[in-house]
């Protein structure tokens, strides 16, 4: 069974941080590319950050370039987020996501709540 499971999401103080998580189970995690999308109530589904198989490359969204950090680890199966200097803006349901292209299979976790205020 694949699962996708995130934690760390929460409440934060403008400026402040937090460390997303996302275990997978149920597949094999290093043949697949990761990514944390997040949707804003209101608002369409956004890709925030994404980590190529091995690690060795990663893209970032315009609006957290400098302050969001994601990475993965193949044996423990887990990609994290990493974000700073968070504002307001990125209050959002975080989604982890898993891709691979050949065949083309997706899969999406259930998402964790990021609330940014003071």
């Known amino acids: 069974q694949v699962r996708l499971v995130e934690s760390g999401g929460g409440l934060v103080q403008p400026g402040g941080s937090l460390r997303l998580s996302c275990a997978a189970s149920?597949?094999?995690?290093?043949?697949?590319?990761m990514s944390w999308y997040r949707q804003a109530p209101g608002k369409e589904r956004e890709l925030v950050a994404s980590i190529t198989r091995a690690g060795s490359s990663t893209n970032y969204a315009d609006s957290v370039k400098g302050r969001f950090t994601i990475s993965r680890d193949n044996i423990a199966k887990t990609v994290y987020l990493q974000m700073n200097s968070l504002k307001p803006e990125d209050t959002a349901v975080y989604y982890c996501?898993?891709?691979?292209?050949?065949?083309?299979?997706?899969?999406w976790g259930k998402g964790t709540l990021v609330t940014v205020s003071s």
């Open positions: 996501h898993a891709e691979r292209t050949i065949p083309n299979v997706a899969y």
């Open positions: 149920g597949f094999t995690f290093s043949s697949y590319a």
